[in-house]
């Protein structure tokens, strides 16, 4: 497959911890010794506001911090995925968030219902941003179990560790087995 | 330094500056450069220093000065509103020698802009904010390792040749994380400022060999004035025409005589190139993607990257330049680099600017698209 | 002049460049006297100034001295301050400097109460630029910018200090050079932020347009106005109401700032963040 680059976007609504998520990638991905560049792109909104974060993880050294056409992307809040269908690279794949009312989806969308595992099996909602993570290293591969486990952990509180080790395997459990077709690893940001 | 972690831009200063031994910080919150606030409450108290978030950016600016003129190493951090707030604070450290550091990251202007976007538009007024012939030093890092680095270098600049230093970072390298690996030659070494000979009588702004007044902290027991009016060698204002011309030259004079020292700039396959980008800051990061890219299809381009933009490289890159077939500089402003590109290159190669104003980074593709156009 | 005087001077300085009559000289004799006094070696005292005739007040005397610019000279003081406490910050700004330009620093100075002595030379003018009306220049006064008189209403320093939350408040007078000299060694003396206003006179560029023609004249004002605290409170609203209250008019014993930041460090050290 050559050098490997992924280029993730995460779009959530702010307060979702979707940000973090981001966070807990690329630092799975320093764990691992790859190369990463994580951002996002500030609104004035504080909390309730749209966010998009994003994670570029790759063999190679990263130079343009930025992405124009994610080969991952995750929609955590209610905006419609048609609007960002334009900008997934070619064999890429972007997750939305449930699975009723989204009528038949395209080939590369997939819905998994992230908030209903968070509400009905973790029964902890606060989790579902860590699900998604799940979901997304289910999918993808991207970045190994062990390393996403140790970079989740500064990032939730002593006694909510579990219970987000619990959110994290059953969204890798959604997640894995989920891809229909492999994807498309992008191999430099110009092509 | 040895593990490999996930450092933001903005974060990266901190941590380069507080290496260079700075222990005093003063600044007011303001997007995108609030982070390296942040960051210095958290980590001064830890090493003794002292944090103040002052009730304005001149004030931030004004005890910034203050605490210099102890002998503390001291940096303030903002972005366009504030750095132009900051200029006549910025003046006086110019004029009275006042090591100290600005941290400007930018955001796409004028006035309130755009807070969260990105931008260049510093660029000038990084070097001619401040009314008056003054020395100053402006250098641009470009990805969070270097910010490290370039910050310690630019509090080692300052206390050294007793000069403002401004870093110009902007809204993308600030607030992107990416793994930082350490690596030997990223260790910040500590430079001092000179202080006075002993035996000798103390002469404030006494004109060296070196041309850089040894320097005496407040309360160290040499007892001098400081004023930003112009003043001759014992610190005391001069109306005297001889003596201004000789004190500002001498002033001034530093910028020339330590010039090959200050001036930094980085080459990527240049020599060979057909094809020559300038670019600095994120600006260069899309732009040596297209120097990767296109080598892989076999077309020659390079990239020359002033790390140190005043004083501006301009031998360097006239000699990078000449005779080239186009030299490319892109710029996320209307065109002020390209000026000083223009005066350094002298006619001697076809210069194209790019200039993208809508607050995103200009990408890969539309350097390349360009490239294409000339080819 | 004698040995005193000369001791906390640049005598190579002199003389100065304040107008004849001014009461920028008489405020320099009483500070240096206080210096005197509270016994600080002088290179343990910072003295800091800002733009105007007041700001000159840096280059005549022996300490480490700082002429910063206009209206900043508290930014720079508390710069000076917090990074090496143990120096005695003094800091000499006029009424446009610290109430105009720099009445953001001014308050916020008081809020803080950084332990720096602020003396400010209220002429109700701005003398060095020729005569503009100032915020603490009374209504239907004349100036420059004021020909026709005054129509702003005016500053009460005292009491805007106060309210910002200075630990001490006096006001003095150039014609009260003795009480000045008091005042000064306990504002010095107070932990904390300490103001003095002192009342002074401006003759050429105040004095002659508002029908106090001499500097003795403008003297012989303060002396008829000023109003002693003790005597103040036995006065009824009426009779105090063109007069102004000199003396002591406020002290609070609160937490100055750098002994509070020190102490953070202190703990932030032994690794108590505060949050339990």
Known sequence: MGKKRWEVRLIGTGGQGMVTVSIILAEAAVHEGRNVVQSQNYGPEVRGGHSTSYVIVSDDSILYPKIDSPNVMLIMSSRDYRTYLPDLAQDGILIINGEADHGALPDRVYAVPITDIAHDKVRKPITANIVSLGVIIGMTGMVSEEAALEAIQPHVPAKALEVNKTAFALGLEAGRGALKKPIAVIDSPLV | MANAKLLQGNEACVFGALAAGVRFFAGYPITPSTEIANIFARELPKLGGKFMQMEDEIASMGAVIGASCTGVKAITATSGPGFSLKQENIGFAAEAEIPCVIIDVMRYGPSTGLPTKSSQGDFMQARWGTHGDHAIIVIAPYTAREAYRETGRAVNMSERYRIPVIILMDEILGHLRERVEFKEEDVVTVVDRKGPAPGVPYLPFEDTDDLIPPFAGFGDGYRYHITGLIHDKTGFPTNDPETINQVMRRMNGKLDRYRDEIVKVKYVDVDDADILIIAFGSVARAAEEVVRSMKKAGKRVGLLRPVTLWPFPDKEIRKAASGKKAVIVPEMNLGQMVREVERAVAGEAPIYPLNKIDGELITPHEISDLIKEIL | ?276
Not at chain 3, 107 to 136: K, L
Not at chain 3, 260 to 269: G, K, M, N, P
Request: aromatic share 8%; glycine share 10%.
């Open chain 3, 1 to 276: 002049m004698d040995a005193t005087h000369k001791k906390y001077l640049r005598m190579n300085k002199l003389p100065h460049i304040w107008c004849p009559g001014c009461g920028d000289g008489t405020i320099m004799g009483s500070f240096i006297r206080a210096i005197d006094r509270l016994g600080y070696d002088k290179d343990d005292v910072a003295a800091v100034s800002g733009i105007g005739c007041s700001g000159r007040i840096t280059g005549y005397l022996d300490f480490n001295t700082l002429h910063t610019t206009h209206g900043r000279a508290l930014a720079f003081a508390t710069g000076v301050k917090m990074a090496k406490p143990r120096l005695k910050v003094f800091v000499f700004m006029g009424d446009g400097d610290a109430t105009a330009i720099g009445g953001n620093h001014l308050i916020h100075s008081c809020r803080r109460n950084i332990d720096i002595t602020a003396i400010i030379f209220n002429n109700n003018i701005y003398g060095m630029t020729g005569g503009q009306y100032s915020p603490t220049t009374p209504r239907d006064k004349y100036a420059t910018t004021a020909p026709y008189g005054t129509t702003d209403p005016h500053f009460d320093i005292a009491k805007l200090c106060i309210g910002a939350g200075a630990s001490y408040v006096a006001r003095g007078t150039s014609y009260h050079a003795k009480m000045l000299t008091d005042l000064i060694v306990a504002g010095a003396e107070h932990k904390g932020f300490s103001v003095i206003e002192i009342i002074t006179h401006c003759p050429v560029n105040f004095g002659r347009r508002n029908e106090l023609e001499t500097p003795v004249d403008m003297l012989l004002w303060q002396k008829d106005h000023a109003v002693r605290m003790a005597k103040a409170e036995k006065m009824t609203a009426d009779e105090l109401a063109d007069r102004f209250i000199i003396g002591e008019l406020h002290k609070a014993d609160i937490p100055e700032y750098v002994e509070e930041y020190d102490r953070l460090i202190e703990r932030v050290q032994r690794g108590d963040t505060g949050r339990g």
